[in-house]
C-alpha cells in the first residue's frame, strides 16, 4: 500500500520541474531544434526540387541533341544517297555518250574504208585498164616474132600481173 | 554509461550484497526479508544511500524541507543518522522530528519520543507539509541537469550550421525527429501539433532519461513513484481540458447522431473516460518500471533467500538479462506515455467533420 499512496512533496516537486522544463527546454532547446531541423529539411527539399529540375532540363537538352543528331544523320544518309544516284546517272550518261561516240567513230572509219576501197577499185580498174593496153601494145610491138617468146612473153606480163 | 553492463550489474550485486548484509546484521532472527528489501530499495527516502562499507555508509545527505503550523523546519537528512524506526529525534526551530518508515512526523507538543498504536500507526506524531529533497527530487534534478547539458547544446548546432549534427547530438536529433513525425503528426495532426512539440518532447526525454538513470545502481525509482506519473498525468489532463474544441465537449456531454436518453447514459461514461485516459497512462508508467526494479532485485534477493553464493550462477545471469530488457522497456514505456498524451491531445484538439 505503501508504493500507491502518492506523497504530496514528490507530486509538488515534479509539478515544479516539468513547468520549468517545458519552459526552458521549450525557449532554449526546442523551438531552435525544431526550427533548425525544418530549415534544414526544407532546404533540402528545395535542394532535390533543384536539382531534378537541373535533371529534367538536362535530359531536354539531351533529347534535342539526339533529335538533332537524327536529322543530321537522316540529312547524311539523303545527301549520300542523291550523290549516289547522281553517280550512276553520270555514269550511265558517260557510258551511253562513249558508246555512241564509238558508234559513230566505227561508222565514220566505215565509211573511210568504204570510201578507200572505192578510190582503190577505180584506181585498179584504171591501171588495169592501162596494163592491158600496154599488154596489148606489147603483143602487138613483138607480134609474131616468135610463137614461143610471144607465149614467154604473155606469160611474163601475167606474172608481173600478179605481183601487183 | 552504458557500455559495460556487466560491470553495472557487478556493481549492482555489490550494492545489494553491502544493503542486505546491513539488513542481516540489523536484524537479530538471522531471517532474510525480502520484501522489506525490495521496498526499501524502490521507495523514496530522505537520504541517497549508495553502499555500506563495514561500519560506515557512503550516502549523500538531502535537505529535509518540511512546514507546520508553527512555521519552516529545515535541515539535512544527515542529522536523522540512517535511522527510520522514528528513534532519532531531531530537534528544529522547537519542533521535534521523527523518521519513521521514511516519512517525516512531528511529534505533537511534548512529546519526547514516537509511540504507535495497535495498527503500528504513529499517535502522538503528525506528517506535516513535506517539501524534502528526497532521493527521488534530487534524482529528478538530476535529469534536468542531463537534458540542460543535452539539448541547449544541440540547439547551439544549428546556429553555427545547417547540416545534420553529428555524435551524439545525431542521435539525439533522430529522436527528435521521431518524436515529431511518428508521435506529435499522426495522433495531433499536421496542423495542431506545433503547439504540443514542447510538452512532448519533455516529457519523452524527461521519462526516457530518468528511466534509464534509475537502472543506474543505487538509483532513484523516480518513474516508479506514483507522485511523479500522477503528476505526468494531470499534464496531459490539463492540456486536454485547455485544449478541448467545442467538437470534444459536445461528444462528452451530448453526444450527437444518437437518441436522447443514450445521450444521457453516455454523458457520464464519457465524463469518467476522460480522466481514465490520463489515470491508464500514470498507472502504466508507474507499474511498469516498478515492476522492472522488483523484478531484478527478487532475483538478486533470491541469493539471499536461499543463502548460497551458487544461485548467483543463475540469479545474476537472469538480472542481467532483465536489465537489458529494462533498457528497452525504459525507451518503450517514454515512447507509449509520449504516443498516448499525443493521442488523447490529439482526440481533443480534432475538428470533427459534421456529419
Given amino acids: 500500500m505503501e508504493l500507491i499512496k502518492p506523497e504530496f512533496g514528490l507530486f509538488f516537486w515534479q509539478v515544479v520541474v516539468l513547468v520549468i522544463l517545458v519552459f526552458l527546454l521549450g525557449k532554449f532547446a526546442w523551438k531552435p531544434i525544431l526550427q533548425g531541423i525544418k530549415e534544414r529539411e526544407d532546404s533540402i527539399n528545395d535542394s532535390i526540387n533543384a536539382a531534378e529540375d537541373a535533371k529534367k532540363e538536362l535530359m531536354h537538352l539531351q533529347e534535342k541533341n539526339q533529335d538533332m543528331l537524327n536529322e543530321a544523320r537522316i540529312e547524311r544518309d539523303q545527301m549520300l544517297k542523291e550523290a549516289q544516284a547522281a553517280k550512276k546517272r553520270m555514269l550511265e550518261e558517260a557510258n551511253t555518250q562513249a558508246t555512241q561516240k564509238a558508234a559513230q567513230i566505227v561508222a565514220k572509219a566505215q565509211e573511210a574504208i568504204e570510201a578507200d576501197k572505192k578510190a582503190a577499185l577505180v584506181e585498179i580498174k584504171s591501171e588495169v585498164a592501162s596494163l592491158s593496153i600496154d599488154i596489148a601494145e606489147k603483143i602487138l610491138g613483138q607480134n609474131l616474132k616468135d610463137d614461143k617468146a610471144q607465149r614467154q612473153l604473155v606469160e611474163q606480163m601475167l606474172k608481173d600481173v600478179k605481183l601487183n | 554509461?552504458?557500455?559495460?553492463?556487466?560491470?553495472?550489474?557487478?556493481?549492482?550485486?555489490?550494492?545489494?550484497?553491502?544493503?542486505?548484509?546491513?539488513?542481516?546484521?540489523?536484524?537479530?532472527?538471522?531471517?532474510?526479508?525480502?520484501?522489506?528489501?525490495?521496498?526499501?530499495?524502490?521507495?523514496?527516502?530522505?537520504?541517497?544511500?549508495?553502499?555500506?562499507?563495514?561500519?560506515?555508509?557512503?550516502?549523500?545527505?538531502?535537505?529535509?524541507?518540511?512546514?507546520?503550523?508553527?512555521?519552516?523546519?529545515?535541515?539535512?537528512?544527515?542529522?536523522?543518522?540512517?535511522?527510520?524506526?522514528?528513534?532519532?529525534?531531531?530537534?528544529?526551530?522547537?519542533?521535534?522530528?521523527?523518521?519513521?518508515?521514511?516519512?517525516?512526523?512531528?511529534?505533537?507538543?511534548?512529546?519526547?519520543?514516537?509511540?504507535?498504536?495497535?495498527?503500528?500507526?504513529?499517535?502522538?506524531?503528525?506528517?506535516?507539509?513535506?517539501?524534502?529533497?528526497?532521493?527521488?527530487?534530487?534524482?529528478?534534478?538530476?535529469?534536468?541537469?542531463?537534458?540542460?547539458?543535452?539539448?541547449?547544446?544541440?540547439?547551439?548546432?544549428?546556429?553555427?550550421?545547417?547540416?545534420?549534427?553529428?555524435?551524439?547530438?545525431?542521435?539525439?536529433?533522430?529522436?527528435?525527429?521521431?518524436?515529431?513525425?511518428?508521435?506529435?503528426?499522426?495522433?495531433?495532426?499536421?496542423?495542431?501539433?506545433?503547439?504540443?512539440?514542447?510538452?512532448?518532447?519533455?516529457?519523452?526525454?524527461?521519462?526516457?532519461?530518468?528511466?534509464?538513470?534509475?537502472?543506474?545502481?543505487?538509483?532513484?525509482?523516480?518513474?516508479?513513484?506514483?507522485?511523479?506519473?500522477?503528476?505526468?498525468?494531470?499534464?496531459?489532463?490539463?492540456?486536454?481540458?485547455?485544449?478541448?474544441?467545442?467538437?470534444?465537449?459536445?461528444?462528452?456531454?451530448?453526444?450527437?447522431?444518437?437518441?436522447?436518453?443514450?445521450?444521457?447514459?453516455?454523458?457520464?461514461?464519457?465524463?469518467?473516460?476522460?480522466f481514465i485516459k490520463p489515470i491508464a497512462l500514470m498507472i502504466r508508467l508507474f507499474a511498469n518500471i516498478t515492476a522492472g526494479h522488483i523484478i531484478v532485485l527478487s532475483l538478486l534477493g533470491l541469493i539471499f533467500i536461499l543463502s548460497s553464493a551458487g544461485v548467483s550462477l543463475v540469479s545474476v545471469p537472469f538480472a542481467l538479462f532483465i536489465s537489458v530488457l529494462e533498457l528497452l522497456v525504459a525507451f518503450l514505456q517514454a515512447f507509449i506515455f509520449t504516443m498516448l498524451s499525443a493521442l488523447f491531445i490529439g482526440m481533443a484538439v480534432e475538428e470533427h467533420e459534421h456529419h
Avoid: C
Fill in chain 2, 1 to 274: 554509461m552504458l557500455a559495460s553492463p556487466f560491470l553495472r550489474i557487478f556493481l549492482l550485486v555489490s550494492v545489494f550484497v553491502w544493503g542486505v548484509s546491513d539488513a542481516y546484521a540489523g536484524d537479530d532472527s538471522s531471517d532474510f526479508n525480502p520484501t522489506d528489501m525490495i521496498m526499501h530499495h524502490i521507495q523514496d527516502s530522505y537520504d541517497w544511500h549508495f553502499l555500506d562499507v563495514g561500519e560506515t555508509s557512503v550516502s549523500l545527505s538531502l535537505p529535509v524541507i518540511l512546514k507546520t503550523d508553527q512555521g519552516w523546519i529545515t535541515f539535512m537528512s544527515s542529522e536523522f543518522h540512517h535511522d527510520s524506526n522514528g528513534e532519532v529525534v531531531v530537534e528544529n526551530n522547537g519542533q521535534r522530528v521523527v523518521n519513521y518508515h521514511e516519512k517525516a512526523y512531528v511529534l505533537n507538543d511534548g512529546e519526547s519520543s514516537l509511540a504507535f498504536d495497535e495498527n503500528h500507526y504513529p499517535e502522538n506524531a503528525v506528517r506535516p507539509l513535506d517539501l524534502s529533497i528526497t532521493k527521488n527530487v534530487a534524482s529528478i534534478f538530476l535529469t534536468v541537469i542531463v537534458l540542460f547539458l543535452l539539448f541547449p547544446r544541440l540547439a547551439k548546432h544549428y546556429k553555427k550550421s545547417h547540416k545534420a549534427p553529428k555524435g551524439l547530438n545525431n542521435a539525439l536529433e533522430t529522436l527528435v525527429i521521431f518524436v515529431r513525425d511518428e508521435i506529435a503528426k499522426p495522433q495531433i495532426g499536421s496542423k495542431k501539433y506545433m503547439k504540443f512539440m514542447p510538452y512532448l518532447l519533455t516529457v519523452f526525454f524527461f521519462i526516457w532519461i530518468t528511466n534509464l538513470l534509475g537502472l543506474l545502481p543505487g538509483a532513484a525509482n523516480v518513474t516508479g513513484s506514483i507522485s511523479v506519473t500522477i503528476a505526468l498525468g494531470l499534464f496531459t489532463l490539463v492540456l486536454m481540458i485547455f485544449n478541448g474544441t467545442k467538437d470534444y465537449w459536445q461528444h462528452i456531454f451530448w453526444m450527437p447522431g444518437v437518441p436522447v436518453p443514450v445521450r444521457i447514459l453516455l454523458a457520464p461514461i464519457e465524463l469518467v473516460g476522460m
